[in-house]
């Protein structure tokens, strides 16, 4: 991390989660895990997540200057054969699409900053994930000069489960060994998303977001969780029954973490013995089972639903989605129950040869990603009757973030499995259309214990109507990116001698966020709280909102452009699920109000 530069900690790993804390250059920190790009640490008293490519194991002002020089670099596309790597205009996967790169092209790299690297590619200039960049052209069989330097890591993978150390850098590439969990491994060099190491005498490659700096088993001490954090694709959404208390464990002993209104939509990930652990607002604890149905709660607002027509079908929309590979961390994998044998109820070993992987149950669904071959351990999550007569397991193939198929795109695009859905089919809020809120209402109800943001209702009534943004997507954005109103650059920052708010997070970029943030707060003067929510609403509705996908749906699809150019742009997220995902907390802010105007935009094509 460069000096001057701060590390921020989070409250989840997403850099959509609240701040937690900025850490400087060179303080310690305590790590207990590290998953793919994030590693969960504790810094002081606080335990959060942080990008893991801003630690290092010791202190970067002790040694040697490492500055990168200031010359450029070049370097290659090295993807999968048939993928391709995204080009954006800024340093985060939420930034527009600048264009899409080819294996093997050729790009000019400026400066390497954490996970992406500032390039130039024709003529553009943006950024590209860093793990995707090689010194040669992946398609010259001519070698590298490996570096002298090694550094020892270890394997990061559940416990009971094991990581492939393949022949070569694919998985296509033959199976050498099977590396337990705390494993220590030579790395040599890294290839995309494969590093290349030794491990019990053995030279192969293994995929690096397994790998971790430190034994994941040699420290126990942790924030009260015992486990690993849950992923998301292991949940599902279940709604609170009564007002119910979300407990730090699973018992009437424990603590109460918050009480949960009546209708709240939580994450689910078990349920044992009466009582299921949840997620709500980043929170993970447990409730009563006896309280959560599947069922969520009717509307008591008026909803108005609108139809818009595009010239263009669900299939053609697919295709053209598929050329900017979008991405997906689901765990819809199958199986064929005769390619198991069973080592208990929940596990079993592949036989009789290599199998395919589908995204659905029957051989008509699409094969995804490598075959499973004969000796492989999976985990069984349910049995399923497959479409073509078989029996059927889902398994849990892979927790790493893949390229979609068509039919699990399809899925995402097709309003129809959504409209219905009092919850989900909030991705199609006209997020342009007043809730028609009362204040006093709102400040009673939602923003009541919420940090600085409370009794703040006149001022997020007032910025949605400047700005012709619905208030209820308003004051979720500002709950979400100041951890309900209590990070540092809500509740007021130093800048230049005034004291300056900020409470979307606009300008907040990573590695400096309070400072950016301040800065940015500074310049539009953003002197009291009121100044900041109504001020930084601007912002936000001059972005998506400004250029007309004013839907969570438009905003990660953008239908309209597809429809009339007939190519994918200006999209939020390559993740299929995004717009899903986002809807959870607007829905409960609703939930907790009488008095509402919901208007959708459902999408129809041909």
Not at 232 to 238: H, I, L, N, R, Y
Not at 567 to 594: C, F, M, P, R
């Amino acid at each position: 991390m460069d000096k001057g530069s701060h590390l921020i900690l989070r409250s989840k790993s997403s850099t959509s989660s609240s701040i937690l804390a900025s850490l400087a250059r060179g303080e310690k920190v305590t790590v207990y895990s590290i998953s793919g790009d994030w590693a969960k640490v504790k810094a002081g008293s606080k335990t959060g997540y942080v990008h893991a490519s801003f630690l290092a194991n010791s202190n970067p002002d002790s040694s040697a200057d490492t500055s990168t020089p200031a010359k450029t670099t070049t370097k290659y596309v090295n993807v999968d054969k048939g993928s391709h790597l995204i080009l954006r205009s800024k340093a985060s996967t939420s930034s527009s699409i600048l264009a899409s790169l080819a294996r093997g092209e050729k790009v000019t790299v400026y400066s390497i900053s954490g996970d992406w690297a500032k390039v130039k590619a024709g003529s553009k200039t943006g950024y590209v994930h860093a793990s995707f960049l090689a010194n040669s052209n992946p398609d010259n069989h001519a070698g590298t000069s490996t570096p002298a330097k090694t550094t020892t890591k270890y394997v990061n993978v559940d416990k009971g489960s094991h990581l492939l150390l393949r022949s070569k850098a694919s998985t296509s590439g033959k199976k050498l060994a099977s590396l337990q969990r705390g494993e220590k491994v030579t790395v040599y060099t890294a290839s995309g998303p494969w590093v290349k190491v030794k491990a019990r005498g053995i030279t192969g490659y293994v995929l690096a977001s397994y790998l971790s700096s430190s034994d994941p088993d040699a420290s126990t001490a942790d924030d009260g969780n015992n486990s690993s954090e849950p992923t998301p694709d292991s949940t599902v959404t279940k709604y609170t029954t009564a007002d119910l208390n979300l407990r730090k464990g699973p018992s009437t002993l424990t603590s109460v973490i918050e009480v949960l209104d009546k209708g709240t939509a939580v994450k689910v990930y078990s349920e044992e013995d009466g009582w299921a652990k949840v997620e709500i607002g980043g929170k993970i604890g447990y409730v009563s089972t006896n309280y959560l149905t599947s069922a969520a709660k009717q509307s008591n607002g008026k909803v108005t639903s609108i139809v818009k027509k595009y010239d263009l079908s669900l299939d053609e929309l697919a295709n053209i989605q598929m050329k900017v590979s979008p991405q997906t961390d689901t765990n819809e994998r199958y199986i064929r129950s005769d390619a198991i044998k069973l080592t208990s109820h929940t596990t079993g070993v592949v036989q009789n040869g290599n199998w395919h992987i589908r995204d659905g149950a029957g051989t008509k669904n699409h094969e995804v990603g490598e075959t499973l071959k004969e000796g492989t351990k999976v985990t069984i999550l349910s049995t399923v009757k497959g479409d073509d007569g078989y029996t059927w397991y889902q398994i849990s193939y892979n927790k790493a973030w893949k390229n979609a198929t068509k039919n699990e795109v399809k899925y995402y695009l097709n309003p129809n499995n959504f409209v219905s859905d009092p919850v989900r089919s909030l991705q199609f809020l006209k997020l342009t259309s007043t809730a028609n809120l009362n204040a006093t209402e709102v400040n009673q109800k939602i923003l009541a214990g919420k940090g600085i943001l409370a009794g703040k209702a006149s001022a997020f009534l007032t910025a949605a109507k400047q700005n012709g943004i619905n208030e209820i997507y308003l004051i979720a954005h500002a709950l979400l990116e100041t951890g309900n109103g209590t990070s540092q650059l809500a509740n007021g920052v130093k800048y230049n001698g005034k004291t300056v708010y900020n409470m979307y997070g606009t300008g907040a970029n990573d590695g400096n966020a309070v400072q950016n943030g301040a800065r940015y707060a500074y310049q539009h003067g953003w002197t009291t709280p009121e100044a900041a929510i109504i001020g930084g609403a601007k912002f936000i509705s001059s972005n998506y909102l400004g250029a007309g996908q004013d839907t969570l749906y438009k905003m990660r699809w953008n239908p309209d452009v597809a429809a009339t150019y007939g190519y994918a742009s200006h999209q939020y997220a390559t993740d299929i699920g995004w717009a899903y995902k986002q809807v959870d907390e607007i829905y409960n802010l609703y939930n907790l109000l009488d008095n509402y105007n919901i208007t959708l935009e459902v999408p129809s094509y041909q």
